[in-house]
């Protein structure tokens, strides 16, 4: 059923908040279960999110017995896996590529229909079939679909062009089986990464250098059955912050890996709001301070996340004087601009560039998500607006934030959400 999101903004949010799992942390775990052969991988604190259950059903198809326990899940994987994948779930998730690594090492070959791109760019997996390639695989592409097969994976050295998340933990995965050593170069130093390779050193695997930019793995024959646990999700905790300081209020984020989120915080502190930082926690206080406007560059970790990109832009529309918000990893990460813009923002693109001059308000408008940060932001935008905003396109947002209208409404916030008859009723 389409839904949409009313809001009556205005309003300053504050108290206290705990964030999820990570979503982009657990997908990878759960496949990494696909290296597993007969054993059981037990995995705590995993978001309950529509792209969990996605990857799930997915798993449950190549033959894995799956058990969601509240945010624990249990993945019983059997000797022998199908190694094709279906194309209705893999067009739903591109993060589905990432079966085909772990596939590869343990069954040798694998199917995948090619993901498609999405709102925020083509989303090709070029890097990630250049990498297995390098190691040995056969690949053709027939009818749309990555056909992959190798005898025997062998490790070599594996230069990135770009430090891709998705390709680094497929390549990483692969690399588990192959013959001898495999060395990833321009790896990819996200965080979600290190909890990947945390995961396949439990049940393990010997990985080295993870976070450097380095990756040694040193090929295995056997895995054994373990218990993993996934990070608090880092995107959640920022978005949250700007939800509190968006709206001049006061709100305490929980569950905070602080190393994890350097870029973010020093980006607020830029903007003059008050941040107070305890063990896991961060408390951003906006009341009644002046916020002024800050430029920023999206970067591949440690540098300012591109999946934070939207949200600091929308925060960014009533801070006084001008942002410069640049977006060097996506091609086309700027479709909430024209939304923004219904609401009064000021902002002109040229080309990756956002220029954000600051109102002093933002008026209640009928926006839509484009996808699933986008539609974060536009909800923040909504909660700082005068009136009434309606947002269109909830099922993006619910790929990837957990109870999110119950966790605005327990800061303050009056959203509501109500089925949406697309054809009519809508803005489009
Ligand atoms: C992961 O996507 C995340 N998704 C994304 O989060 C995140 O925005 C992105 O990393 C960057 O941090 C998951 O982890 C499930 P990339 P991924 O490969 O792996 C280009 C969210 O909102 N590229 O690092 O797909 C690519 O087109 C999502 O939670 C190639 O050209 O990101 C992009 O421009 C959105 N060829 C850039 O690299 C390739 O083979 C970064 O992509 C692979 C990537």
């Not at 894995?64 to 209705?88: G, N, Y």
């Amino acid at each position: 059923m389409r839904s949409k999101m009313i809001i009556r903004g205005g309003k300053s949010l504050n108290g206290e908040v705990t964030t999820q799992g990570a979503k982009n942390a657990a997908l990878p775990v759960i496949a990494a279960a696909l290296l597993l052969k007969g054993k059981t991988l037990k995995v705590k604190h995993v978001p309950k999110l529509e792209d969990i259950y996605t990857m799930a059903d997915l798993l449950r198809q190549l033959g894995v017995e799956v058990r969601h326990v509240d945010h624990s899940m249990v993945l019983s994987v059997p000797e022998d896996l199908c190694w094709e994948t279906p194309k209705a779930l893999v067009s739903k998730m591109r993060a589905s590529s990432l079966v085909l690594g772990p596939l590869l090492a343990r069954m040798g070959k694998a199917i995948l229909p090619l993901p498609g791109g999405c709102a925020i760019g083509s989303r090709p997996i070029d890097l990630h079939l250049k990498g297995l390639t390098k190691l040995g695989a056969e690949i053709d592409l027939v009818h749309g679909a990555v056909h992959a097969q190798a005898k025997e994976l062998k490790g070599t050295r594996i230069y990135l062009d770009f430090p891709s998340v998705g390709a680094t933990e497929n390549i990483m995965m692969a690399a588990v089986f192959a013959k001898g050593e495999t060395i990833i170069e321009n790896a990819a130093r996200e965080p979600e990464i290190t909890n990947l390779a945390d995961a396949l050193k439990l049940m393990g695997c010997k990985i080295e250098g993870v976070g450097t930019g380095i990756i040694h793995v040193e090929g295995t024959d056997n895995l054994n059955e373990t218990e993993v646990e996934i990070i608090p999700d880092r995107i959640e905790a920022g978005t949250f912050m700007v939800a509190g300081a968006i709206t001049r209020g006061k709100v305490k984020v929980k569950n905070v890996m602080l190393e994890h989120i350097d870029a973010t915080l020093a980006k607020l502190e830029e903007t003059g709001i008050n941040i107070e930082i305890e063990q896991n926690a961060v408390t951003v206080d906006a009341r009644d301070c002046k916020m002024k406007g800050v430029s920023l560059k999206t970067l591949p970790y440690p540098g300012f996340p591109t999946d934070m990109q939207p949200q600091f832009t929308a925060l960014m529309t009533i801070a006084e004087g001008t942002s410069v918000i640049k977006e060097t990893v996506f091609e086309s990460r700027f479709l909430h601009i024209s939304e923004l813009k219904c609401m009064g923002a000021n902002i002109e693109l040229q080309g990756n560039t956002a220029i954000v001059n600051g109102v002093s308000k933002l008026k209640g408008a009928e926006v839509r998500a484009t996808d699933l940060r986008a539609g974060a932001a536009l909800v923040l935008a909504g909660l700082a607006a005068e009136d009434e905003t309606t947002v269109y396109g909830l099922g993006h947002i619910r790929r990837g934030y957990e109870n999110f209208e119950d966790k605005l409404r327990s800061l303050g916030g009056e959203v509501e959400e109500l089925p949406s008859e697309e054809n009519g009723d809508s803005k489009w």
